[in-house]
């Protein structure tokens, strides 16, 4: 089915209601459009060379991600004959979505093939990285690299042939491969055999990019730190392609076919009625590695004998084929970036101690019990401040009880580590593993079974809901008054307790002893790890019990204040933006007067500046070192001073699993030194004209041009600490 793209401003005339078919913008389109700026960053001068390189695999990253859950999910709607998703009855069907995302990933890619081949691989030659072909080598260096395959690729091969004695191989998701058409080199001419399909996997275990000047290198002609040596690399598959006699002895290789397979991760089974989660998510991944496939690539003009077989057996169909000028696997340009050139990447930043917490000497309850402390990661630390918080409540002999919630975390995650050790203590520790968060799957099976063995009280979460909220509880015996006492400790932020993406995701924490706030999470994780429902809470909202209600409630009243000429103002920044309750009540207010600023890093299904509609809602998306992580929700409340809004941060999106399937808490900055930083950075995300992207109402986005200021005006464009200290400002923090 061919796409023809709509054209801008197909919704009604201004002051009449748009038709229900154009008040949203399709979900998986506006994602695509937000990748569409993450490949825009590749090519922007101002990027370094090596990130605009990074830039490139992230987006290729993220592609690959879209094709197994979202298009997955569109093939497996329409062979059920599933025309939308249950709440959304305007939605285009299936097979219609799936056409319309792929000529937009066809456009793009063809971006993307432009921006490599013709922009980043020279800048990269004239810097002396030259990412060349083998047959380009000199003779000496072949026989160097093919001494190198024989010592360490070849034993690794396993090439499969598909005759009546051996089935068509299985094919596992994001592999590189080689399909062959192979011959005897001895054949009669009176009847000469039909040539038979092998397929040789390209091995895992290796890099893909080979940086030949380094191979068998003696360490004392290895280049010093002042020299910047030249590096000449071959992709891996060259290697292989060009060694293959060796594999196939005796047979002649007629034609040879790359190509890359993507399956389907669209895969959950109904919990409902799972006796035992742990087994049940480890069924999922089993069948998960045998899903059905949903995208082939190949390099251009590919052999069609070896392409019609694939697509064949693989049960594809042409539209499936993706044609790639260029890697096949553009993700693994990130081993490129890997090369010690500092001089062609941004300068690492590095996370200061928060201001809280400088002394390392100090007791942190103590700190905490002063005042709330507001962390931003990663400008600020996260191993001073979270994972300090946790390490030292294991360590603590007054400790009684720490409680986590754990959604991802890293393979090495100090929290494990500090959790065992409170474990062995003899303290109680508890912590919630969410098995079902995408992709990590695996390794929080692992981590739960480490947890276990440990004396670790484990819990999975509630059945039927995912618990995406990120936070934790520290109960320590204390002396008040000369009075022992019991008193509890909370963090409560927008991102994972996971060491790694907290030093390149932007999230908000707050480390607080608020007895109404500790006593909120002590309810939550009591509805989490038992049997309680109906939880009431005093300063928290929890989804899937209230937050929905509150939000919409929080909207109703901005709206009242409008009509009584109060000021009236919402800002929420988010990763992504889709529920359709909360957009429509938008749209209300937007209709009422109210001054709505959306900061959405993804996927937006509101239509912002439409007449009639939506014309005083703005939405802004920020693009630039750090992914923009953090969820912050504020609204004015009659106040025209942002110092007296009211502002909650949140491990939520305003999408509907967020507020309907998934355990998420939002919680409110109450502190005035904190509610000043929050103030400020909202301010600051406003005022951004340097990472900043403003949505169109047909759901393009024009990238905003910077202004002459003297100093960064982006939270990304954060290079000093009296920048860090520009954006945190007003506090005693």
């Not at 690959?64 to 979202?70: A, P, S, Y």
């Not at 054949?187 to 990019?209: C, D, G, M, W, Y």
């Not at 109402?697 to 464009?717: I, M, R």
């Amino acid at each position: 089915m061919s796409f023809t793209p709509k054209t801008p401003n197909t919704w009604s005339s201004p002051h009449t209601a748009a038709p229900q078919t154009e008040r949203f913008i399709n979900r998986d389109l506006s994602w695509l459009e937000f990748n569409r700026r993450v490949l825009a960053q590749a090519k922007l001068d101002s990027t370094p060379l090596l990130d605009q390189v990074k830039f490139l695999s992230i987006f290729a990253s993220n592609l690959d991600e879209f094709f197994m859950k979202r298009i997955g999910l569109l093939k497996s709607r329409h062979l059920q004959q599933i025309p939308h998703s249950p709440n959304r009855p305007d939605e285009m069907p299936p097979i219609e979505t799936r056409d319309a995302c792929y000529h937009i990933i066809r456009e793009m890619e063809a971006d993307l093939a432009q921006c490599w081949q013709n922009e980043l691989l020279p800048k990269l030659a004239e810097q002396g990285i030259v990412i060349g072909s083998y047959e380009q080598l000199p003779k000496e260096q072949r026989q160097k690299v093919d001494a190198w395959f024989n010592a360490k690729v070849f034993p690794i091969l396993t090439p499969l042939a598909v005759d009546p004695g051996h089935r068509f191989p299985f094919i596992s998701n994001l592999s590189e491969n080689l399909g062959l058409l192979v011959e005897p080199k001895t054949t009669s001419p009176s009847a000469p055999p039909e040539p038979r399909f092998a397929r040789v996997k390209i091995p895992n275990v290796l890099p893909h990019f080979i940086r030949i000047d380094t191979l068998n290198a003696e360490p004392a002609n290895e280049p010093k730190p002042s020299q910047i040596a030249p590096a000449l690399i071959i992709p891996l598959d060259e290697i292989v392609i060009n060694n293959l006699d060796d594999l196939f002895p005796g047979m002649r290789i007629v034609e040879i076919l790359p190509f890359r397979l993507t399956r389907s991760a669209a895969i959950e089974l109904d919990d409902e009625d799972a006796e035992d989660l742990l087994e049940h998510v480890e069924e999922e991944l089993r069948m998960r590695r045998f899903a059905d496939p949903v995208r082939i690539q190949t390099p251009p003009n590919p052999p069609k004998r070896i392409l019609d077989f694939l697509l064949r057996e693989l049960k594809l169909s042409s539209e499936d084929h993706f044609t790639c000028r260029g890697p096949l696997a553009c993700v693994d340009l990130f081993e490129i970036t890997s090369i010690d050139r500092p001089d062609l990447k941004l300068k690492p930043w590095k996370p200061v101690r928060p201001p809280a917490l400088t002394d390392t000497e100090s007791d942190i309850f103590t700190t905490i019990r002063q005042r709330d402390i507001l962390v931003h990661n990663p400008y600020e630390s996260f191993s001073d401040s979270v994972e300090r918080f946790i390490a030292t409540a294991a360590d603590d002999p007054d400790v009684l009880a720490i409680k986590l919630t754990l959604y991802r975390t890293s393979r090495d995650s100090p929290f494990v580590d500090s959790l065992i050790r409170a474990a062995q203590e003899g303290k109680q520790v508890a912590c919630l593993v969410e098995l079902r968060a995408r992709f990590d799957e695996e390794k929080n099976v692992t981590f739960a079974r480490q947890l276990e063995a440990a004396g670790v009280h484990v819990t999975y979460g509630v059945l039927g809901f995912k618990t995406h909220s990120k936070c934790s509880l520290v109960v320590r015996r204390e002396q008040d008054e000369g009075k022992s006492i019991l008193r509890a400790y909370a963090h409560l932020g927008t991102g994972n307790y996971h060491p790694r993406t907290a030093q390149r995701y932007t999230d908000l924490g707050l480390l607080t002893a608020n007895e109404e706030i500790t006593a909120d999470v002590v309810r939550l994780f009591n509805m989490i790890t038992g049997l309680s429902a109906g939880q009431s809470y005093k300063r928290l909202i929890v989804a899937p019990d209230h937050m929905r209600t509150h939000f919409l409630n929080c909207i109703n009243n901005e709206i009242a204040n409008a009509k009584a000429d109060k000021p009236a103002h919402i800002f929420a920044k988010m990763n992504a933006m889709e529920d359709r309750q909360i957009t429509e009540a938008l749209y209300d207010a937007s209709n009422a007067g109210v001054k709505i600023d959306l900061v959405v890093r993804g996927f937006c299904c509101l239509r912002p500046g439409v007449p009639g509609m939506s014309e005083n809602i703005t939405v802004r998306s920020i693009i630039g070192r750090f992914l923009e992580h953090s969820r912050l929700y504020a609204f004015a409340d009659g106040s025209s001073d942002p110092l007296n809004y009211h502002y909650h941060i949140s491990s939520a999106d305003w999408m509907f699993r967020n507020l309907t399937n998934r355990v998420e808490a939002a919680c409110p900055i109450l502190d005035p030194d904190a509610r000043a930083r929050v103030a400020n950075l909202m301010l600051t995300l406003l005022n951004d004209r340097q990472n900043a992207w403003k949505m169109n109402p047909d759901g393009s986005y024009t990238h905003l041009t910077p202004t002459n200021t003297p100093e960064p005006n982006s939270p990304q464009a954060l290079g000093t600490f009296a920048t860090l200290m520009r954006l945190a400002a007003g506090s005693g923090q």
